[in-house]
């Protein structure tokens, strides 16, 4: 028998929480106001925090709290005030996956139990091996990962797992998707995604043809109701359903849904109440088993948003005198009902494959005019709607009045509220006083009384009258564990004075409680002293390196990183251009050789690691970093490669996929064995220069060049023919393409898909930082991005940050201009 693993529900207020454990929820997640990956949910304020997991305990469900969005050096301090809160309220885990955070947890507050993010974007055994060794006791993995790979990953280590099992999927890999923060500001690796996967495109091909136009990013849901038994017999730990900003009817719906499939699974007796119908109905864009069970038709390019189930179709209606004078604005609409199909008033419409149109239905008519109560499978009936629809389009129920508030009452039951169970313990000995002690919830506390048993007159007391007067704790509001005692056999003490231990105990039981509930949302003086006044005065502290940039050479490394391999012919006419450093993939051909040819030109040489390495692509790689390439080091891409190189002597630099945010999370890669960090794009000058004057690593700044803002497992281009001759392990065509995306403002995005089968999708306007990056002192190194720049452009641009950018009068060479530039998000940041 598989063992059963836990059932993970979201929570994003306390209504939510309530379902889930109505629903059969073994655990929940949620966030505060803060530092979470759902900063547009409601989410819970402090105090409905330690209500909740005070009431989550009660009824045996674990609490994990998100603390998993990029942190910004300004909000340190108010991080720290929430990991003190957060401490006091026995936790049974964090889920996290900024670097910094990771660093300031470890080694200030060691006491918390961490889990990764999807967005920390781990992908295989070695990843979940770096995190293993880190302490953590849970690792996600990623929803591109197939269920065979997972069973495998559970096989070679010892990490608890998680697994996404139900609800929405982003098109991107987590924690690599720029393109709301490009876009508008929003950051998704801040918790603000304005969600740009479920807007409308049209795709073109590589020579401009339209290939299809729709809602091309948005994937389907995950549903894996019928894949339970399958899934549990991979050994997974955990199984996530995602759906923090969803209401508390799905909540209590999808929970439920799972428990009695999980229960089933394993061969417990359960009976079920939400079927496959009911789960349709909840919410869905339709439905996918997803990577998990290597799915390729995972996106619905018809509808972005819930859609609903079909439940017939729109239809002319025969004008009568009723219909035919109606005035409203609202106007009869025909609505032919399939076979199986029920329609009340309260019920939620979508016209389309599309669903952008929809209205609610306010009351139900036949087609002469009757009102009904209600519409029944096959029926023709009459409802009131202020659109125009055309006679054969789709009809969908998005929206079951109902079933809504059935799920609403029975996920709002109220739950019984145990009191917290105490243990009693006594020393009843004679000639020294009478004591007892009584805990519950890791707190004790001891009452000695002012008097001592005593010789007996006539009858001892025994175990079983210390056991019946010790036990009336009825109306106390606590509920009764175990009663020890150590107890002389000739002994005697009164009832009422077994009443007085009792009593007196449970009183400075609930002194000790509540001083400890005053003070779990403070910030006491001791820790106080503990946390926050070194790790302020270790962020205030300028580090020898820092001091040493005073007197350093004002120019900066110029490095070039390809991102395809060129040319033997190409990498030769880089001589004498001013170059520092080439970046060159790790996995181009011809790699070493090419390596040589540049080191011969005086130039050091990175060899670049993917950016996502499932672990058929890490045995690769482990197979090339082995070979003596006589490269300078390497430029790693995620924390599979971190664990494949960080025990070596090599140089490592991490890759801005890597998410370096603030001055902690320098911190934490030089303790991991880094040497270089690249800075996320996606903060502001002031951010990048109080980042790298106070990195005790090498800082490195793409200053030109294509931004990546996607890359994702799911195929855009649909090509059949290809699907059928070029599968790979993973069922994806392998086959080099190219195109743009345009969204409805009329921006083009470039996309490519990579010989992995992985697309790409980037930015339309080019990155260029000019003359500003000058005043980041702390910045060692101006990485250019060579992507499909010409020879001649390269040689300028290179020139440029070579030696043109320190020119006194700003200017532009000629050939260099600003027209289709951006600067990104150099100079407003992002939320």
């Not at 729709?214 to 849901?221: I, M, N, Q």
Request: aromatic share 6%; proline share 3%.
């Amino acid at each position: 028998m598989n063992k059963k693993p836990e059932l993970l529900a979201p929570a994003g207020t306390m209504e939510a929480v309530i379902a889930a454990i109505n629903g059969g929820a073994d655990a929940v997640y949620f966030g505060g106001k803060s530092f979470n990956a759902r900063r547009n949910a409601e989410n819970m304020t402090d105090e409905e925090i330690k209500a909740a997991v005070t009431l989550c305990h009660q009824h045996g469900v674990k609490v994990y709290v998100t603390l998993n969005i990029l942190i910004k050096n300004c909000e340190m301090s108010e991080l720290v005030s929430t990991l003190n809160f957060l401490k006091n309220l026995n936790l049974d885990g964090l889920i996290v996956q900024d670097m910094g955070l990771i660093y300031l947890i470890r080694h200030y507050f060691p006491e918390f139990k961490l889990q990764t993010s999807t967005q920390a974007s781990v992908y295989g055994v070695e990843g979940v091996l770096f995190f293993q060794e880190l302490g953590f006791s849970r690792v996600v993995l990623p929803r591109e990962m197939p269920l065979t790979q997972v069973a495998e990953i559970k096989k070679k280590t010892k990490v608890e797992l998680k697994i996404f099992t139900h609800g929405a999927l982003c098109y991107a890999y987590s924690g690599q998707c720029l393109m709301s923060s490009m876009i508008g500001g929003r950051s998704g690796n801040r918790g603000l995604c304005a969600q740009p996967c479920r807007k409308n495109y049209r795709l073109f091909d590589e020579n401009n043809r339209l290939v299809q136009e729709g809602y091309l990013l948005s994937p389907k849901d995950l549903n894996t109701l019928d894949d339970l038994e399958t899934i549990i017999a991979s050994g997974v730990d955990s199984l996530k359903i995602e759906g923090r900003m969803k209401t508390p009817e799905y909540v209590y719906g999808i929970t439920r849904a799972y428990r009695e499939g999980i229960d089933a699974a394993v061969g417990d007796k359960t009976t079920k109440t939400v079927d496959n119908q009911a789960v349709m109905q909840v919410f869905n864009r339709d439905f996918t088993r997803g990577h998990l069970f290597n799915e390729a038709d995972l996106l619905n390019a018809q509808v972005g948003k819930n859609r609903g189930v079909l439940i017939g179709q729109v239809v002319s209606l025969v004008k009568t005198a009723k219909n035919q004078n109606h005035k409203s604005a609202y106007q009869p609409l025909g609505i032919r009902l399939n076979e199986d199909a029920q329609l009340h008033v309260g019920d939620g419409l979508s016209f389309g494959e599309d669903g952008k149109m929809g209205t609610k239905v306010d009351a139900i008519f036949t087609p002469a005019g009757r009102r009904l109560e209600q519409g029944l499978g096959g029926d023709t009936v009459a409802i009131p709607c202020r659109y125009g629809v055309s006679p054969g389009t789709p009809l969908y129920k998005n929206l079951d009045k109902n079933l809504m508030d059935s799920l609403k009452q029975l996920g709002f039951q109220s739950l019984d509220q145990p009191g917290a169970a105490v243990n009693f313990k006594l020393l009843l000995k004679l000639g020294q006083p009478a004591a007892i002690t009584a805990s519950t919830q890791g707190y004790a506390v001891t009452y000695i009384a002012a008097f001592s048993p005593e010789v007996p007159l006539k009858n001892p007391i025994d175990e079983a009258m210390v056991r019946e007067q010790i036990s009336r704790i009825g109306g106390t509001g606590y509920e009764l564990g175990t009663i020890s005692m150590a107890l002389d056999d000739q002994v005697f003490l009164s009832r009422s004075q077994l009443n007085t231990l009792r009593k007196e105990v449970l009183l400075k039981l609930a002194e000790a409680l509540a001083d400890a509930e005053k003070n779990a949302g403070n910030t006491s003086e001791l820790n106080q002293t503990m946390t926050i006044v070194p790790l302020e005065k270790e962020l205030a502290e300028k580090s020898d390196r820092f001091k040493k940039l005073q007197l350093a050479d004002s120019k900066k490394r110029v490095s070039l990183a390809f991102e395809k391999m060129p040319e033997h012919q190409f990498l030769a006419l880089l001589d004498g251009l001013g170059l520092d450093q080439v970046v060159l993939p790790l996995l181009g051909e011809g790699a070493a050789e090419k390596t040589a040819l540049l080191k011969d030109l005086g130039i050091a040489v990175l060899l670049k690691t993917p950016k996502i390495m499932d672990d058929q692509l890490t045995k690769k790689v482990r197979r090339l970093v082995t070979k003596e390439m006589n490269q300078d080091g390497f430029l790693i891409g995620n924390y599979e490669a971190l664990q494949l190189l960080n025990k070596t002597s090599s140089y490592l630099e991490a890759d801005q996929s890597f998410n370096l945010f603030n001055t902690l999370a320098t911190r934490a890669l030089k303790e991991w064995g880094v040497g270089g960090g690249v800075l996320s794009p996606e903060l502001m000058e002031t951010e990048l220069k109080e980042i790298s004057e106070h990195s005790e690593i090498a800082m490195v700044l793409p200053v030109y060049g294509s931004q990546e803002l996607m890359v994702s497992k799911k195929c855009l281009f649909g090509c059949k023919n290809c699907l059928e001759k070029k599968k790979g392990t993973t069922g994806l065509c392998r086959q080099e393409m190219t195109g743009k995306l345009v969204d409805e403002r009329g921006f083009a995005f470039p996309i490519e898909r990579d010989d992995q089968g992985l697309i790409h999708v980037y930015n339309g306007d080019t990155l260029f930082l000019r003359e500003e990056i000058l005043e980041l002192k702390g910045v060692d190194t101006w990485r250019i991005h060579h992507h499909d720049e010409s020879m001649e452009k390269l040689r300028i641009i290179i020139g440029y940050y070579s030696q043109g950018i320190y020119d006194k009068h700003w200017g532009l060479p000629e050939g260099l201009g600003t027209e289709g530039t951006t600067r990104g998000s150099f100079r407003r940041g992002v939320k």
